[in-house]
């Protein structure tokens, strides 16, 4: 067990789970992390194995055979697999935010149609918001979906969709004019569809294409895809809640869950790279002694550290601040800002450190460096959660003058 990043007052059911789930990562997925990343292997075995413990149904209520655990289970569950490979939680991070947006925002009919079988790991889920013109500009969302009778036919092009080969069901947020004036405000004309879907690439059902991968500089393994949809008929009774109209409250919900996650990948990345640095440290000799014995590399060390432990900390308050059912919007940019941008320095402290070798795809920590850069975009870049962080401070600390 680790000195670092710690959580107090968890029950015995929760520390049980982790210890699961750190033995898990240490024997399964740490020894072959490295090799299947460099292929871009999707993780297939590994899966299964999350699957065997339960993992996909860790916050789906029990009532539909999940855990029914807290967000802060989830997230300390997500720090270890990050530790062991990020690519490995992403699977599981649009997975949760699409079981979680059913839980909280689903019909009856919806819940007991997905969720049992998203407890199981049998339906998984990934979710869609952005295109590829817009970036961050959620609002500015151009795909559309048009009631004909019993159905919507939704058009248009979706980028970044995390498990968009693997899974079975997307939620897709479009625009939809139904029964909102002429001049609404952009985020109340929009809907959420449950689209059910086929596993693979291509022409995955009449009127939806799945292209391909899309090949990146890390978080390999998992398939990062477009989304095209041309005359794809869904049954109105996919509208997710019933509802037309609330798509943009709904995937916000969904997102600061998400932003949880992401903040817990960063620490789990960053934990695994003080790790990395810390042994190198304690092997590697120069001038005669471990390099651990430079003053220069104990301050590195420190530093790294730190913000470990500080960044646990924060996802760890944003976490129980959304399970005691308080709006959390603050916290989890918070925590998702100051995780992202602390893992980064670790890993390029780590980097440092392991000097000419850390260049080399021999070593772990070559992996990481990629890998780093997309928690400072995943889920909304840095900027955007200092734009949310701004705001919410505004509205906190009104001038009453």
Known sequence: MSRLAQTHGLTDIQQEILATVRNFVDKEIIPVATELEHRDEYPA????????????????????????????????CVEEIARGWMSVSGIINTHFIVAYMLKQHGTQEQKDTFLPRMALGEVRGAFSMSEPALGSDVAAITSK????????????????LTNGGTSNLVAVLCRSDEGHPEGTAPHKSMTTFLVEKEPGFGEVRPGLTIPGKIDKMGYKGVDTTELIMDGLRIPANRVLGGTTGRGFYQMMDGVEVGRVNVAARGCGVAHRAFELGVSYAQQRHTFGKQIA?????????????????????????????KDSGER?????????????????EVVE??????????????????????????????????EIQKMIIGRRLLEEYRFQG
């Open 328 to 344: 959390n919007d603050l916290e989890a940019g918070m925590a998702k800002y100051l995780a992202s941008e602390y893992c980064k």
């Open 293 to 321: 014995q430079h003053q220069a590399i104990q301050f590195k060390l420190a530093e790294m550290a730190t913000k470990v432990e500080a960044a646990h900390a924060m996802m760890v308050n944003a976490a129980r601040k």
């Open 145 to 160: 979906g048009v009631r004909d009778g019993d159905e919507y036919v939704l058009n248009g092009q979706k980028m970044w």
């Open 349 to 382: 402290d780590a980097f440092r450190i392991h000097g000419g070798y850390g260049f080399s795809k021999e070593y772990e920590i070559e992996r990481l460096y990629r890998e780093a850069p997309m928690l400072l975009i995943g889920e909304g870049t840095a």
């Open 45 to 76: 075995q590994i899966v299964e194995g999350l699957k065997e413990l339960g993992l996909f149904g860790l916050m789906i209520p029990e009532e539909y055979g999940g855990l029914g655990e807290s967000l802060l289970t989830y997230a300390l």
